[in-house]
């Protein structure tokens, strides 16, 4: 079964910085990786999708790459602001399912 | 399109009562995935469809749960008897393979649930 690993589960930062957030999956046999952002008491949106044929997605200031062989995606956020402060969850899709970490709560401090 | 669509956003009820939960899909989309989050416990599968079909429901928690989809635009979820510790947030989600495969999960807002 695929395991996703998301670490830190926690990260602070000042306003401004630029930082990375990493998911790691065991089964390399996926279709797409999908980033989300869930605020407080809300739902999980779409950031990002990188097909299993792609090494990176950019919305923005949001950069995702995967590489599917080592099992690893990041997602770089450029230029940090408070308003990135959010839980970043990252899904694998593996056919049928797709199988979610447990998130990274990032906090961004002015 | 407006999304996926869930009612009620919030619901309290007390222990023993019978809880529905409803979901609109995206239209279009083929698989109907129910999903649960707690602090505790992250976000968890419960069941999903694909063309209204249930195929996996290995993670719905008890026989107190039942999932059912009796056409591509309506599902519910139901809870009976309801429980304290089922107390969560119900999300439904709905994707397709599209014709880029692209397979984008969307969800919606969520169904807050509140078992006193």
């Known amino acids: 079964k695929q395991e996703v690993t998301q670490i830190p589960a926690a990260l602070s930062v000042p306003e401004g910085e630029n930082l990375v957030l990493n998911c790691s999956f065991t089964?390399?046999?996926?279709?797409?990786l999908q980033w989300f952002r869930q605020d407080p008491g809300k739902g999980l949106t779409s950031l990002l999708l990188?097909?299993?044929?792609?090494r990176e997605q950019t919305s923005g200031r949001l950069n995702a790459s995967l590489d599917k062989s080592s099992g690893r995606s990041t997602l770089y956020i450029a230029a940090s602001q408070p308003g990135d402060s959010a839980t970043y969850l990252c899904?694998?899709?593996?056919?049928?399912?797709?199988?979610f970490g447990t998130g990274t709560s990032l906090t961004v401090i002015p | 399109d407006a999304g996926v669509i869930q009612s009620p956003r919030h619901e309290v009820t007390e222990m023993g009562q019978e809880v529905t939960l409803r979901c609109k899909p995206i239209?279009?989309?083929?698989?109907l995935f129910w999903y649960r989050q707690t602090m505790m416990r992250g976000l968890e599968l419960l069941i999903y469809?694909?063309?209204?079909?249930?195929?996996?429901d290995s993670g719905m928690p008890e026989d107190r749960f039942s999932a059912k989809m009796p056409n591509a635009s309506f599902s519910t979820l139901k809870i009976q008897p309801s429980e304290p510790r089922d107390s969560a947030v119900y999300f439904c989600?709905?994707?397709?393979?599209?014709?880029?495969?692209?397979?984008?999960?969307?969800f919606g807002a969520g169904s807050r649930l509140t078992v006193l």
């Open positions: 989600a709905s994707s397709s393979p599209g014709a880029s495969g692209a397979n984008v999960l969307t």
């Open positions: 089964d390399s046999a996926i279709y797409n």
């Open positions: 990188i097909q299993s044929s792609q």
């Open positions: 899904a694998v899709n593996g056919g049928n399912q797709f199988y």
């Open positions: 239209s279009g989309h083929d698989y």
């Open positions: 469809f694909n063309n209204n079909v249930p195929i996996d």
